[in-house]
């Protein structure tokens, strides 16, 4: 969650001319996004070191195939990321029409790497590979799992901001498409990071 | 967000100003309502094992080994939530010159998420509590119903709750460290906060590095209870009259990663405490925090450390035992940011006029509770003394002397301490001297007899134990302790009497009753809305500038302009001008 400046908000701290009071709210943001990525790294790091254990401990570590999706969806999830970019560089450099469009593409973009991969897993499904099947289809199944509902949750924001900018003509959201753009980066480099450890 | 803090804009309806409120004061009163009720749930719980330990047999095991887990998972919740999520959330802002924390929603969202787990573990209670423990190991926890009593539904709510605290607690963790971070009043530098500060920031960085971990175990724990999943469940488990499906799964995995956040928890709870123990006690003792600099310090060893020592708590899972002795000579090293601390709190009460006053009781009480459980931490800290202990009642005496009543001591000297800003009145000193005096010989003779028990090598965790020829002389032992628990626990009502009765009819309290020096001591009571009604304040020394030579008044307020008495911070710079 993100709080926005709000509108004649009194200061929750001294304002000085060189340090306002908006600048200081969106410090808070910024600090408070990269700790959210701090915490969900976390998360992830003891995923990887459940991953090595369990791999260590067993006799046998059968791989299965990755979904034939993947690569296209890999794709689209850093296309995702790229456009998102291009929409935030535009916008900083005034150009926020430009900034709209390819603001809902990339939401867009985003929306289609997660169908994409519910449409993997039933593929996967119906090859018989399922949820219990070996360890490695567990955690395949349960990492890409807790990374889409990170996913999700960015599409969620690139889709409210999408719909702000496009639908309301509001003022671009100079600092929320910032924080979303820092999102999502992330969210597309976990997402090569796990598809390296589990099939490189 | 016009919800968000605004001067003269308080949400007029009783729902958002007092239920759905985003105002940091109001959340901090909920969460300690909230814990409140469930540290009664927790201590009947007691009442009933202690009567059935040592009065009477009343329970059957599996319903003993329920209560057990139900009375350390509800705990362990009030003693991780409330010195940082009530007070650190009430004071914290106050105490940094802040009108709120710096995500206001995130707070409130908090809030509700961490009730939620609180009532989902309570209805595991009603539903059949699991018998695995607080520490829910596998493989008994991770295969469903088949495996026991309250294994089925009641260890997936128990789960489903833990993951929800996970959840709050992260949003805490956020508004913590960005609140102290970003939101400082000019002239509160890092080395200015009051030392409860830095608690709360300690805690919320431990937390916000663990906590993830611990959601990691528990989603791959669920996978293996509903999703016939092999984290953690070994082959060939035959339970139920069948060969359960589970290939090849470690059990030790699971202990590695919940004791990963296990024992950073551990400092979760305690650093704050300790923290909150110490701004208490130079307020009492009239003296200036000995060592601030070096306290702060020690700060980032707890952090450091905590991350590191883990494996302290698996000595007995049959680990290497040069990993065994790399893990037994770093917790060793723990002793040392605990002794900075300890030889602290001395020299701040050596040679100090004491005022004696219940707040500062529960801080002495709780430096006392720390030394003594912490030289047993001595013992349990090495590999070899450990696995003989580590399966008696030595632990249980432990934990509860050093981290279970410590962290309690610290929650009632902040009560009582901080009782006048948060409700405007004071709680009776005469109750809270009977109820403290009460509780800390209670605390020692049940968990100093525990720790005897231990040595004597009862096995903890055993609902029964008259079968055991080697235990007949524990069982005066459990007498002894079930009486004086329930003495104990009957005295608590004293102290429940004294806080619901002052909330009403104590004595009207003044805006700054104890002399005390931070920021929360110059705002009226109450506290209005947005905390400092005109401009925050400029803070012009530290929080300890007590004992001052000459003068009407023995101290200062941080707010107060002039030289600082303080030999590290403040001694020599100049200081801003008052605006």
Redesign the interface.
Known sequence: ?I??P?????????PTPSRGVEH??R??DV??LW??L???S??????T??YV??HG???AWPVIPPPKLTAFNTFLLLLSSAVLEGARRLANSGRTRAGRGLLALAALLGFAFLAGQCIAWRQLARQGIT??T??HS?FFY?LSG?HGVHAAGGVSALLWLSGRACLRKAEWPFHAVGLAAVYWHFVGALWVYLVVLLFL | MSETHAEHEAPRSFIRRYIFSMDHKVIGIQYLLAMLLLAVVGLALTVVMRWHLGIRTVLRPETYLSLMTMHASLMFVVVTVTPTSAFGNYFLPLQVGARDMAFPFLNMLSFWVALAAGLVLLSSLIVGAPISGWTAYPPLSAVGGVAGPGLGLGQTLWLVAVALLCVSSMMGALNFIATTLNLRTRGMSMMRLPVSVWGWLTAAVTGLLVFPVLSAGGIMLLLDRLGKTSFFVPSGLYLGGEVLPHQGGSPLLWQHLFWFFGHPEVYIVIVPSMCMVTHIMANFARRPIFGYRYLVLSLFGFVTLGGVVWGHHMFVSGMSPYSGLAFSILTLFVSIPAAIFAISWLMTLWGARIQFRPPMLYCLGFVSLFISGGVGGLFNAQSSLDIYLHDTYWVVGHLHLLFAMAAIFSVFAAIHFWFPKMFGRMMNDTLGTIHFWFTLVGAYIIFLTMHYMGFLGHPRRYAEISQFDFLKPAASAHTLISVVALITAGAQILFLFNFFWSLFAGRKAATNPWNSTSLEWTLPNPVPFSNFERDIPVVHRWAYDFELPGGAQDYEMQTAPGPSMDGQTGKGVPTEKST
């Not at chain 1, 709000?6 to 701290?13: E, I, K, M, N, Y």
Request: glycine share 10%.
């Open positions: 969650m709080a926005q709000p509108a004649g908000h009194p200061g929750l701290l001294h200081l709210l410090r808070s600090l408070g700790l959210t701090a915490g969900i976390m998360m992830f790091a003891a995923f070191s459940a254990f369990r401990v067993s006799a949820l219990d070996n360890p567990s349960m807790v």
